[in-house]
């Protein structure tokens, strides 16, 4: 079974700083990743989607990257906000069948702060 | 364009009561998916729609039970409710062929 794991657990930082999230998956055998926000009691807002076949993506300050081979992607925040202040998800999805889809598995996110 | 939107946002049900959770996917989207999010974890696959078939699913009993219909909206059913089903219940819709999630905000479950 995929295990998703995301460190650090919570981080805190100031405004302006760059910054780094971890993830890392136990399957190699992915066909896509994820990287989604969440407020408090809100639900989830897509930030970035990887497929297998690419090495990062880039929107705006965010950039993920994926190593699909030693099983990690980072996202990095450029010139933090205090409006980025969320806990931030990595989502792994499975292989993709045809007619089946696939199913996520999701990390236990980085809460995030940017004090002011 | 109307995103993913989910009903009702909050609910509140007692021990051994059925609860059904409402979902419209995204304009566009053929596929919707179901995750439970108990506090300070994350999302976990329950099952997925497509055709109006359920065609995978996590690791939850058969005290959960879903239905997609013809316009691609979907009902999540949770029978005999237990203290543990107290969750965020999240919809998610995409593309079947390209699997990426597009989240409704939640329906806030608290069995007591």
């Known amino acids: 079974k995929q295990e998703v794991t995301q460190i650090p657990a919570a981080l805190s930082v100031p405004e302006g700083e760059n910054l780094v999230l971890n993830c890392s998956f136990t399957?190699?055998?992915?066909?896509?990743l994820q990287w989604f926000r969440q407020d408090p009691g809100k639900g989830l807002t897509s930030l970035l989607l990887?497929?297998?076949?690419?090495r990062e993506q880039t929107s705006g300050r965010l950039n993920a990257s994926l190593d699909k081979s030693s099983g990690r992607s980072t996202l990095y925040i450029a010139a933090s906000q205090p409006g980025d202040s969320a806990t931030y998800l990595c989502?792994?999805?499975?292989?993709?069948?045809?007619?089946?889809?696939?199913?996520?598995?999701f990390g236990t996110g980085t809460s995030l702060t940017v004090i002011p | 364009d109307a995103g993913v939107t989910q009903s009702p946002t909050h609910l509140i049900k007692t021990r051994g009561q059925q609860v059904t959770l409402r979902c419209s996917p995204k304009?566009?989207?053929?596929?919707v998916s179901w995750y439970q999010q108990a506090l300070g974890q994350g999302p976990q696959f329950i099952f997925q729609y497509y055709e109006e078939e359920e065609r995978q699913r996590g690791n939850f009993p058969d005290r959960f039970s879903g239905h997609q219909f013809p316009n691609y909206s979907s009902e999540l059913n949770v029978n005999a409710l237990l203290l543990g089903d107290s969750a965020l219940y999240l919809c998610?819709?995409?593309?079947?062929?390209?699997?990426?999630?597009?989240f409704g905000e939640g329906s806030r479950l608290t069995v007591l």
């Open positions: 990887i497929q297998s076949s690419q």
């Open positions: 989502a792994v999805g499975g292989r993709l069948w045809p007619n089946t889809g696939n199913q996520f598995y």
């Open positions: 304009s566009g989207h053929d596929t």
């Open positions: 998610a819709s995409s593309w079947m062929n390209t699997g990426e999630l597009f």
């Open positions: 399957d190699s055998a992915i066909y896509n």
